[in-house]
Structure formats: structure tokens, C-alpha cells
């Protein structure tokens, strides 16, 4: 799929007068950056990413939810579909779960409709917004702001009464409708709450749907569904819908603020705006077209969370369900296992304004619920995946010297890492978690990302001179090599109480949640202590054993089992891409003094993981995991190790790149003599200084200035030496 060509076209088959009036008012003063995105990517294979009308950021994801439910269907659209069930103010993008879906309005021509089927030939998005033309001929208009949503409906000339359904029991995946209410307010409103279970075991959702026509009548079904009616007045029915966790009248607050009149061109222009400055922040140059939208549109989907979580009075609800006022902008869906590998390290480059509310947020979620939040949704701690993933992105944000109290961060830190559930008690007892002790499994994955976690605190209690927490956390972060790393057989492996390791034992075999891996394989699992690299080198046994046997890594075949996770996906020999685990693992060659071996890898997962296509990813896109690698690695670098800001040279996909780093600096980035053929860096200057490291810190791209690679077509000796090394 081409989208600057076929979705442009595909536009102009919905009815003309919308189209100009939105090409009108999305006209750019400067580079269009969103004509380079193409919103579609993801929505079909097992992307999971949401389709829609949202801002960057924002807490409304407005979009299409359709009929089917399943894996496929977390955000609640995917392409393989032609069924729309109800348009709801929020979605989740990318995840492995389904969740949200709430307030659910659906424009019919018929009272006794409740889906309608759509095509894909009537249907166009761009950030910001979207529109499809529905089979009962009503033509459906979305755009956003941060807490509310706006619809544009315009039915059919022909119809005698334009009808909408409000449909509070509509939910996604794993959500259930526990209690709601709707009620009219005036001529024009209907204000009421929902609230569910799911994912998020507590969600809260108000809102306030306000009109821009009078209802003329009102049909109830039960407690959770109504329909309500206007009379044709020849111009588009619109409604706006504020949203809050706190309360209705906030709720109305934020549409009072953010949605005052009804142009809604306007909005849509405002979105767009939103969206060109975000995007705005790396501008790429490149001769190379589908790159390009793959770039943009990968940098569109690591912005569409975390989500801001307060209203326009400050007021958001606590991770303890009581409302709060803070001197901060809280935030919300954090899918930390995922993100603090690339993510979080991206934001800190582009997004330096946000660091400190980022790091606010998870400090206050741990004055509330006693520790750092693992996946926090709404509200909610949902204790999704393994580790303490909150850890690595806040000790990231202090040891980078963003604007946050490192002693508070240390304490939270500990105390999380002590916490005693979660197989921790296990952990302060044994030293490791011993597989016939822990009820729930997944023993190595949990082991090694409590070990990195541990890793962080060692380096942030060693830079506050925390002599006496940073022995401890030390020791602790080493129990990968300790306990879990066989030597024989140089795999990371379930251990007992009695120090005995798992028989028997299949690297290649694996049951999705029941045994000592979480959605991986013990050939994925060797490589996750991104914290001490250099000591998984030496217990290998050197630089030699250690890339024999990470270049296995990406030969080796093996049968994973018809009970393996379906997130293992993205394969080469054993590397799995289309999953978080091995991220990293590609650049593990620059610690071992191959860094040529990064670059081809690099470049090949570049070219062949992702695609300007609706299966363009080759696993779920995990709240922007999956295209911060990208956008990182484009860039020609990756940060490794999950805590202070090394990033580690691979292999640059563009000529030129100009990123605004914050405080009005600029940082370029330039490939000499960069090719296809050319992917391998023969030197390097930074400021215009011969520069032979084969990474650079985040100190030195934060202050500006420009990095300089020249490339060439057979690998060098550039960053082999020790001292080069990460």
C-alpha cells in the first residue's frame, strides 16, 4: 500500500464538499510532515494498531470498533474486517490484550440498527483524522483533541429522521461493562459514566456528548443503550464528547475548553498542526520514498502513548482510585516491559519536555499503590508482563539529569525491587527464583528482568554514592551468571530449590506461559542482561565463544512447538524481532569488537521487518516498541544498556538527519557515501573531530552539534579496540 498515492484517491471517493473544506483547512504554512504518514500500517497481520482520530499524546483515541473479537482485534480494528459495531472516544494501539472501547456512538439510518458494514474504498485517515462512508450511506468524520473527541456525521439527503446510538455495554477484548448511567441534559446533551472490568481491573470513564442539533426523541434499551433522533436539517449532525476519570462536570470542563464551538475543520487543522510539530522534531533526507513513509509513520505510532491522563483543572484519578491535583501533567497506558527498550530512550531524545511529568507520574504512582507501576492502564496497575520494567525508564530519566529528585527515585526504586510479591520474596530468599516454587512460571524471563532492573538501581546508588544499596543491588543484578547461565550448554535455564537445573532440556521447545520463558525461547533468552554485557562476554569465555555463538543466533531451525507464544514471530534462525526480548540483541556484536556484524543485521531487519504496508510489522506494535527500534536504528544508533544513555552504534538508513533535541539545539546526523551496498561505517567525526568510539553518549547529542559517518561497502576496523567499545 502506497498511501501518499492510494489513500489520497481513496479520499476523494467520499463526498467532495468534506474534502475540500478539510484540505482546506489542513493546508501547511510549512513541510507537511503527516503526508508521509500512513495510518493504516499495522492494521492488519498482527500489528494490533489503532486506526483513528487522536492528537499526539492524547487521552482521546477516537476511532471505528468493529464486530469480530480476538487477538487480532486489541485495538479493536483490523483490516481483515468490514463490520463497525460503534465509533468509541478510546483504543489501545498495539498491544497483546484488548481493552477500552468505551462510549461507544454509532450514526444510523434504521432504529434497529447496530452494525453496518463499510469498504475499505470509502474509508481515508491521516493524523488527526479520519473518515469512512458507511453502507447505510452516512458519511462518519473523526478528530481530536487531547480530552475530547469530535464527530461529523452526514446522513444521506434522503433519510426522514438521523439517528445516533449510544451504546455503553461496547467494550473491547477482555473489557465488561460493571455499572453506567445516561441521562439528557437540555435539548442537546446526554451526560452519564461508565465503568468496567478488564485489563483494567477499575476503569472510570465520564463524559458529556453534546449535539449540535436538538434530540427530538429518545428510545432506551435497558440501562445501557439508547437512541437518540434529530429531524434532517440538509448540514452535518455533530457531536462532541468530553471525557474524564474524575467526574462529569470535569468532563464537561474539558469540552468547554477544548471543543468551545462546532468548527470542526478547525479542529482537524489544529490536530494536523499538533501532529507536524511532533513529527517536526526529525526530519530525514532520504531519495529512498517508501523509507520515508515507513520512518514517519513509525514516529506517528510512538506518540500515541503514554496518554495524558489529567483534565483541563489538573484533577486525574490515582492509581488508589481517590482524585488528585498535581503541579505536574500525569500520564497514563505504560507498556514499560515493551517500551523501556527503545521507547522511553527515544522520548528522552525528542520529547525532553516530558521527561520530568514521566518521571513525576510513576513517583506518584508509587506513593499511591507502594511501588512503581509494570503496566499501568487507567488507573490502574494491571501487572502485565514480568520485571519491574518502571524501573530502567525512571533510573533513565535521573541518570540522563532530567529535572526529578534522584534520591526519591532510588528510594521508590528500592522498595519496588523489595516489594516482597511477584516472586521477589523468592528472589530475597534464594538469590533467583527457583521454577518448582513460583506458582506462575516463567522463572529465567522474570529472573533476568529483576537482574537488570537491580543493575539500574547498582548504577544510580553508585552515582549518589550509595555505597551500601549499591553493593547490594550488584550482587543481585550478577544472578544471571550465578544462578540461571549453564555453562555446558551456554543457555540461561530454570533452576530449583536445590541448585539443580530443568530436565529436560530443548533450547528450541516452548509452552506460552508455562514455562521458564515468557514469550520466548532459551536461544532468545541468552542474551537479556543488556546491564552487564561485558560480564555475559566473560562467561562465555571471551569475545570468540560469545559471537560463535550469537552468530548461531540467527542460523539455527528449530521446531518451537505447536504450544509456543504467537508472539515469537519476526524470525531469523532464532532472533525473533516481532518481540521485545531480543531488541537488543543485534548490537551486542559492538561490545564484542564486530561491529561490522551489527550493520548488516541492522540493515536487514530494516529492510525486511517492516513494511508501507497494512502487515508492515512483524509483531504487535506494543505502544511504540516496535517503530522506536526502527527509528532509532534508522538513525544509526540504539541504546543497549537500559539505564544511563549509551548509544550504540549500527548502521545509519539515511543521508542526512536533523533532530531538535530541546532547549533550541539541533543535532545532525550525516552518512557519507551511504548506499544499500554502503552499510558499513569506515570512520566517524563528531563536530568535525575524528571520532573512534562506536558509540556516543546522550550528553553529546543533547547538547547539539553534528555526527558524521562515512560509509563504505566492506567492513573496517572502526570501534574494534577495547577502548572503543561500549
Not at 500525569?330 to 531524545?349: C, E, I, N, V
Not at 570512520?683 to 575524528?690: A, D, F, I, Q
Amino acid at each position: 500500500m502506497i498511501f501518499s498515492m492510494k489513500h489520497k484517491l481513496l479520499g476523494l471517493m467520499l463526498p467532495l464538499a468534506g474534502i475540500v473544506g478539510l484540505q482546506a483547512a489542513t493546508q501547511p504554512a510549512k513541510q507537511d510532515y503527516t503526508q508521509y504518514v500512513n495510518p493504516f500500517v499495522g492494521t492488519g497481520g498482527h500489528g494490533h494498531v489503532f486506526l483513528g482520530a487522536n492528537v499526539p499524546f492524547g487521552h482521546i483515541q477516537a476511532g471505528p470498533t468493529q464486530k469480530k473479537q480476538g487477538w487480532d482485534w486489541c485495538s479493536g480494528y483490523h483490516y481483515s474486517d468490514s463490520i463497525i459495531i460503534g465509533f468509541g472516544q478510546m483504543h489501545l494501539s498495539g498491544t497483546g490484550i484488548g481493552d477500552l472501547g468505551d462510549i461507544a456512538l454509532l450514526p444510523v439510518t434504521q432504529n434497529n440498527e447496530r452494525e453496518v458494514k463499510f469498504s475499505h474504498k470509502a474509508e481515508y485517515a491521516t493524523p488527526g483524522y479520519y473518515a469512512v462512508t458507511l453502507a447505510n450511506g452516512v458519511r462518519v468524520e473523526l478528530t481530536a483533541t487531547l480530552r475530547t473527541a469530535f464527530h461529523r456525521y452526514t446522513f444521506p439527503a434522503d433519510v426522514k429522521q438521523e439517528q445516533v446510538v449510544i451504546d455503553l455495554s461496547q467494550g473491547i477484548g477482555w473489557d465488561k461493562m460493571t455499572a453506567c448511567s445516561m441521562r439528557q441534559e437540555g435539548r442537546n446533551t446526554v451526560v452519564g459514566s461508565r465503568f468496567s472490568t478488564g485489563w483494567a481491573k477499575d476503569q472510570r470513564v465520564y463524559f458529556v456528548a453534546e449535539f449540535s442539533q436538538s434530540i427530538t426523541h429518545q428510545t432506551t434499551e435497558g440501562d445501557t443503550l439508547s437512541v437518540f433522533s434529530f429531524e434532517p436539517t440538509g448540514q452535518p449532525l455533530m457531536v462532541k464528547v468530553g471525557i474524564s476519570s474524575v467526574s462529569i462536570d470535569n468532563a464537561r470542563k474539558n469540552l468547554q475548553q477544548e471543543s468551545p464551538d462546532w468548527a470542526f475543520n478547525t479542529v482537524v487543522a489544529d490536530a494536523q498542526k499538533a501532529w507536524n510539530k511532533e513529527l517536526g522534531k526529525i526530519d530525514i533526507q532520504t531519495d529512498n520514498a517508501s523509507d520515508k513513509r515507513i520512518f514517519y509513520t513509525g514516529l506517528y505510532h510512538t506518540m500515541t502513548a503514554p496518554s495524558v491522563f489529567n483534565d483541563v483543572n489538573g484533577e486525574y484519578r490515582g492509581a488508589d482510585g481517590k482524585t488528585y491535583h498535581g503541579d505536574f501533567t500525569p500520564y497514563t497506558t505504560f507498556s514499560l516491559w515493551d517500551t523501556y527498550r527503545a521507547a522511553h530512550p527515544l522520548m528522552t531524545l525528542i520529547h525532553p519536555e516530558k521527561q520530568r511529568d514521566i518521571a513525576q507520574t510513576m513517583l506518584h504512582i508509587a506513593q499511591q499503590q507502594g511501588r512503581l507501576p509494570v503496566w499501568f492502564l487507567e488507573g490502574n496497575e494491571t501487572d502485565c508482563m514480568v520485571g519491574n520494567p518502571g524501573i530502567p525508564v525512571l533510573i533513565d530519566i535521573a541518570l540522563k539529569g532530567f529535572d526529578v529528585d534522584k534520591h526519591a527515585v532510588l528510594e521508590a526504586a528500592k522498595k519496588t525491587q523489595l516489594f516482597g510479591d511477584r516472586g521477589l520474596d523468592l528472589l530475597k530468599k534464594y538469590g533467583y527464583l527457583p521454577y518448582d516454587l513460583e506458582p506462575t512460571n516463567e522463572t529465567v524471563a522474570k529472573g533476568l528482568e529483576y537482574a537488570l532492573a537491580d543493575g539500574c538501581i547498582a548504577r544510580l546508588a553508585k552515582a549518589l554514592k550509595a555505597e551500601k544499596d549499591y553493593k547490594y543491588f550488584l550482587k543481585r543484578s550478577q544472578s544471571y551468571r550465578d544462578y540461571y547461565f549453564d555453562k555446558q550448554t551456554k543457555f540461561m535455564r530454570g533452576i530449583d530449590s536445590k541448585g539443580r537445573f530443568r530436565e529436560p532440556f530443548d533450547p528450541f521447545k516452548v509452552i506460552h506461559r508455562a514455562d521458564d520463558y515468557t514469550e520466548g525461547t532459551a536461544w532468545q533468552y541468552i542474551w537479556l542482561v543488556p546491564h552487564d554485557v561485558h560480564g555475559l562476554i566473560s562467561a562465555f569465555g571471551g569475545d570468540k565463544p560469545f559471537t560463535n555463538k550469537l552468530d548461531s543466533l540467527f542460523i539455527v531451525q528449530g521446531d518451537m512447538g505447536k504450544d509456543a507464544s504467537p508472539d515469537i514471530s519476526g524470525l531469523i534462525g532464532q532472533y525473533a524481532h516481532g518481540n521485545e526480548p531480543g531488541h537488543h540483541i543485534i548490537y551486542l556484536y559492538d561490545y564484542a569488537g564486530q561491529p561490522w556484524k551489527t550493520a548488516l543485521r541492522v540493515r536487514e531487519v530494516l529492510k525486511t521487518m517492516y513494511h508501507d504496508s497494512v502487515d508492515g510489522l512483524s509483531g504487535n506494535e506494543d505502544v511504540g516498541q516496535m517503530s522506536a527500534w526502527y527509528i532509532l536504528s534508522s538513525l544509526g544508533f540504539y541504546q543497549v544498556e537500559p539505564a544511563g544513555g549509551r548509544y550504540v552504534f549500527g548502521s545509519p538508513l539515511f543521508n542526512e538527519v536533523s533532530m531538535n533535541v530541546g532547549n533550541g539545539k539541533t543535532f545532525r546526523i550525516i552518512a557519507h557515501n551511504n548506499s544499500k551496498e554502503n552499510m558499513y561505517i569506515q570512520s566517524v567525526k563528531l563536530n568535525g573531530k575524528p571520532y573512534t568510539r562506536c558509540y556516543i553518549d546522550f550528553k553529546d547529542i543533547i547538547r547539539g552539534g553534528k555526527l558524521e559517518f562515512m560509509m563504505g561497502n566492506k567492513p573496517s576496523t572502526f570501534g574494534i579496540k577495547p577502548a572503543d567499545r561500549p
